[in-house]
């Protein structure tokens, strides 16, 4: 097998993504004495999170768009050192495309390398940590496919790989914690934010005072964003949305109406802010189809995604099949990290120290806190006209959705999949498949993407063959 | 979803099967409700291909249902909306050597006595037919009448055209029987009152058959399909290796694959189908994806470059003479079956349709229903 570890027997254990969860929980393992593959589809640890300046940009000083640096630079020395001391199998632009069980043991399929270098890799393990992450959340809007709109976390991106921006006057719009991140970063790289439009109230916090109020460090952060935005004189405009972008080329204003309850658009109160770019993001949703396609079970959330169900020391539903971070709910990197180390000491036999267990308890509470507040309200289907695409990928219109829903009997998002081709393109669902929900009147549905990424048919055909 | 008018007849499942009935039944003058669980196309139909194949079938009386199906779906193409998809696309099976195309050969003169076009290619005309086909094969036959739908619309479009008052997402809990035997059924949101009840549940026709307390042997029979990413539109016809015929007949438990390659509108290729009896088994078979592969990059060695972007699975509503179940039951006056119909329920649809009409109507059937007799698995079919 092409890049596996050299030692005959499986490692102990494999870790899909170096983010946050995959990294901290790697070097942990490895620290209890573990042999650890970690395997990652990205060129560099660090996940969407610690995203890394691409090498030849000359950025001297990433950490400076970073909050918490130092938390991800101990520990990328610490793999480094385990990979030297072959505790660790460090595997970058490898792509799991899935998950199998093989024996008592298991087996990931990857494509590994890109262009001319890519081969299939065939990856063995007696235990699995999936650290998957999550994708951004998108509503669509009319508008939303004109160039120059990007994700909050796709500008949050660019900026910390390619130290680019999205524009020079950049309307940052959605809902979630991520958005004063984001505006704070794009203020701070030289743009100009003329708004940050948030769909929900701040006010929605206040059912969650308890949990806010355990955790005096995430309420620095936000504090710290806020006031950076003040300071740059950043209009903040809460439960208010952008309802349409406008623009031939690219985006050059767009509508912004101030929203009821459940995020319906108050008539009388839309109005054009000019701009060049948008960014816009609604909080993000766990990547689960590694594990799903395992069979674990999953769980509804507070901010109206599905994650993992997983058990106190990370266990899913499958056994031999445990999971961190973002993929057993939304809640960031510091909690990530902490559900790395408790899934290794866990999957080492050890017992977890409850110092982490109690950290791990306050910052869920927080993060469903969170959630809550920023769930999107029914109403915003209400933004869509019958012409606005909603698959990008296949180009399928709201109208078309809402033919397959009222006229053709499809009740859920796979029934409108298979009527209109939403969700079968590249992407394959995950930029629609929450807006198609929505309008199919059905909660979210678990992942179904038996491949988790495209394989190159010859990978496919050159599998070796079972029973010889 | 009105109840004004008493019904005639209540339809469980709302496939392509059922749907099929529906519009027949309704166009019969019979008043007509559809039931099912999910959402229309939520079985099988929605995990199949569309395949409207008569190429792959035996003289007998599948393909003479199947050839009743052809003609009948070239008539719905003309008055169901275009999203449908027909597509008289055309089949061709290539044969590896002379020993396999001899077989097709025999295969395909009891077919031409049944009324089937076959016309036999030889290497060359198969590059013609075929341009990116590996060299290898010796010759083939090309099945003018094989043909293409989209199964999810085809049946939603079915559904809509019948007028039927439909019921999804309405679990059937019960059949309602009387002294003269069935009085409806009994669903999650109440009761549907009607001297028929038609099992067009598919894969899941077994329950339905266990809730009227009969038998029916209905099993699922797994298969896969890849989907690559939307390429050139170069593959013309439903491409397949003889061996592929051999695969369908068979009744063994174990992995068979031969893929079938065909283009979409749309651009992506289809490689279906593997079949295995493994129960409703939804984890991913590594095994099943390499063999079709496989075979498809030997068919057509473009493919080895495309990306495969998903991959689907579907169970297959497998009885153990592969012949499907139609007609009324013996053991329960007003209950008739329309499942079992394995790989082939999209292209047999209209004509079960037709056959079900018929018996709910009294009316003379185009064919004979009897090799499709529900009670022919019971040990006592007179029952």
């Known amino acids: 097998m092409p890049s596996s570890a050299s030692d005959t027997a499986p490692p102990d254990l494999a870790i899909v993504g170096a983010g946050p969860a995959g990294l901290a929980a790697a070097v942990t393992a490895a620290g209890l004495g573990l042999r650890v593959t970690l395997v990652d589809a990205g060129e560099r640890p660090g996940g969407q999170y610690y995203r890394h300046p691409a090498p030849g940009l000359g950025a001297e000083r990433p950490e400076a768009l970073h909050h918490g640096w130092s938390a991800f630079a101990e520990r990328e020395a610490a793999l480094r050192a385990h990979e030297e001391a072959g505790r660790i199998t460090y595997l970058p632009a490898h792509h799991v495309w899935a998950v199998v069980p093989d024996g008592d043991a298991w087996t990931l399929h990857a494509v590994a390398g890109t262009g001319p270098d890519e081969a299939a890799a065939a990856l063995h393990a007696r235990a699995v940590l999936l650290a998957t992450g999550s994708y951004e959340r998108q509503l669509p809007f009319p508008g939303w496919t004109l160039p120059a709109v990007v994700g909050a976390g796709g500008a949050q991106a660019m900026l910390k790989s390619g130290l680019v921006l999205p524009g020079k006057r950049v309307v940052v719009a959605g809902s979630g914690p991520l958005l004063l991140a984001v505006a704070g970063s794009l203020a701070a790289a030289g743009a100009r934010v003329p708004a940050v439009v948030e769909a929900a109230a701040y006010s929605a916090y206040a059912g969650h005072l308890p949990a806010l109020l355990r955790n005096p460090g995430k309420l620095g952060e936000a504090a710290t964003y806020g006031s950076a935005l003040l300071r740059r004189h950043i209009r903040l405009l809460t439960r208010h949305a952008v309802t349409e972008a406008h623009g031939t080329d690219r985006v050059e204003a767009v509508t912004v109406a101030r929203l009821d309850r459940d995020w319906r658009p108050l008539p009388g109160t839309a109005r054009r802010i000019p701009c060049d770019a948008l960014a816009v993001g609604h909080g993000l949703v766990p990547q689960l189809e590694l594990a799903t396609g395992l069979g674990c079970a999953t769980r509804p959330t507070a901010d109206g995604t599905l994650a993992l169900a997983l058990d106190a020391e990370q266990r899913t539903s499958v056994a031999g099949i445990w999971s961190a971070g973002e993929t057993g709910g939304i809640g960031g990197a510091q909690l990530a990290l902490l559900e790395g180390e408790i899934a290794a000491h866990a999957i080492a036999g050890r017992t977890v120290p409850a110092a982490l267990a109690r950290r791990r308890a306050r910052l869920r509470a927080f993060a469903a806190a969170m959630g809550a507040a920023h769930r999107p309200g029914d109403g915003w289907t209400g933004w869509l006209r019958d012409d606005t695409d909603v698959c990008r990928c296949e180009e399928v219109t709201a109208g078309r959705i809402r033919e397959a829903v009222d006229e053709l009997g499809a009740r859920d998002a796979r029934t409108v999949k298979l009527l209109t081709r939403s969700g079968m393109g590249w992407c394959q669902g995950r930029m629609c498949g929450p807006a198609v929900a929505a309008l199919a009147g059905d909660g979210p549905a678990p992942d179904r993407r038996p491949l988790s990424c495209p394989v190159p048919l010859r990978h496919l055909a050159q599998l070796p063959p079972a029973d010889g | ?383």
């Open chain 2, 1 to 383: 979803m009105s109840k004004r008018h008493p019904l005639d007849v209540v339809i469980i499942g709302a496939g392509v099967v059922g749907a099929a009935i529906a519009y027949y039944a309704a166009r019969a003058g019979l008043s007509v409700a559809v039931v099912d669980r999910g959402p229309v196309a939520g079985g099988t139909t929605g995990a199949g291909e569309g395949n409207l194949l008569v190429s792959d079938k035996e003289a007998g009386p599948e393909l003479d249902l199947a050839l009743l199906s052809a003609g009948l779906w070239r008539e719905l193409a003309a008055v169901l909306p275009h999203e449908i998809e027909y597509e008289a696309k055309g089949g061709l099976v290539v044969a590896p050597d002379e020993a396999s195309l001899g077989a097709l050969r025999d295969f395909a003169e009891g077919q031409r006595a049944a009324g089937v076009e076959a016309v036999e290619a030889g290497a060359d005309q198969l590059r013609e037919l075929e341009p990116h086909l590996a060299p290898g094969p010796v010759g083939g036959f090309l099945y003018p009448q094989d043909a293409q739908v989209q199964p999810a619309q085809a049946a939603a479009r079915l559904l809509a055209a019948s007028g039927a008052s439909v019921h999804l997402g309405e679990e059937v809990t019960g059949i309602l029987t009387g002294p003269g035997g069935v009085r409806g059924v009994r669903t999650r949101g109440g009761e549907l009152l009607a001297p028929a009840v038609v099992n067009a549940a598919g894969t899941w026709g077994g329950r339905i058959a266990e809730l009227a307390g009969v038998s029916l042997p209905v099993l699922p029979r797994r298969g896969f399909v890849l989907v690559t990413e939307p390429l050139p539109r170069v593959v013309r016809h439903k491409v397949y290796a003889a061996d592929y015929i051999a695969d369908v007949a068979s009744g063994s438990a174990a992995l068979q694959s031969s893929a079938v390659v065909e283009g979409t509108p749309a651009g992506p290729v289809l490689i279906g189908a593997t079949r295995e009896r493994v129960g409703f088994d939804r984890s991913l078979s590594v095994e099943a994806l390499r063999r079709l592969a496989a075979q498809a990059a030997a068919l057509f060695p473009f493919l080895a470059d495309a990306r495969v972007l998903r991959t689907y699975h579907g169970f297959r509503p497998y009885l153990p003479d592969h012949l499907p179940a139609i007609g009324p039951d013996p053991r329960l006056p007003g209950l008739l079956h329309a499942c079992g119909h394995e790989g082939a329920g999209i292209g047999l649809a209209p004509a079960t349709g037709v056959l079900i009409a018929a018996a709910l109507t009294g009316a003379r059937p185009p064919l004979s229903a009897d090799p499709f007799r529900p009670a022919r698995f019971a040990a006592d079919p007179a029952g």
